[in-house]
């Protein structure tokens, strides 16, 4: 089993930024996938981005160029930079872990809210 523990959601106003943390903990081995997943109300859960244990990351379209997603392999840590939030960036933020057996892993979600 992994658990994750997410950190960092809140209200900011449109433009600002926020940094979500995630760390793992349990059974965490050196090669997987971590990274990000949202869902707004009434849509269904969406990839962020995420990246692997090697380093290749993947962002949905409509984040490239504002979000930066990170991670510290030695920590079993994740986190994504978000800048230039827009309304539509509304929704609770999952931290997601998959592992070399392709079990996928989720956190509990932390909410970040884009309004003035």
């Known amino acids: 089993q992994v658990q994750l523990v997410e950190s960092g959601g809140g209200l900011v106003q449109p433009g600002g930024s926020l940094r979500l943390s995630c760390a793992a903990s349990?059974?965490?081995?050196?090669?997987?996938?971590m990274g990000w997943y949202r869902q707004a109300p009434e849509k269904e859960r969406e990839l962020v981005a995420v990246?692997?244990?090697?380093?290749?990351?993947r962002y949905t379209d409509s984040v490239k160029g504002r979000f930066t997603i990170s991670r510290d392999n030695a920590k079993n840590t994740v986190a994504l930079q978000m800048t230039s939030l827009k309304p539509e960036d509304t929704a609770v933020y999952y931290c997601?872990?998959?592992?070399?057996?392709?079990?996928?892993?989720w956190g509990q979600g932390t909410q970040v809210t884009v309004s003035s």
């Open positions: 349990g059974r965490v081995f050196s090669v997987n996938t």
């Open positions: 997601y872990y998959r592992s070399t057996a392709s079990v996928d892993y």
């Open positions: 990246i692997t244990s090697g380093g290749t990351t």
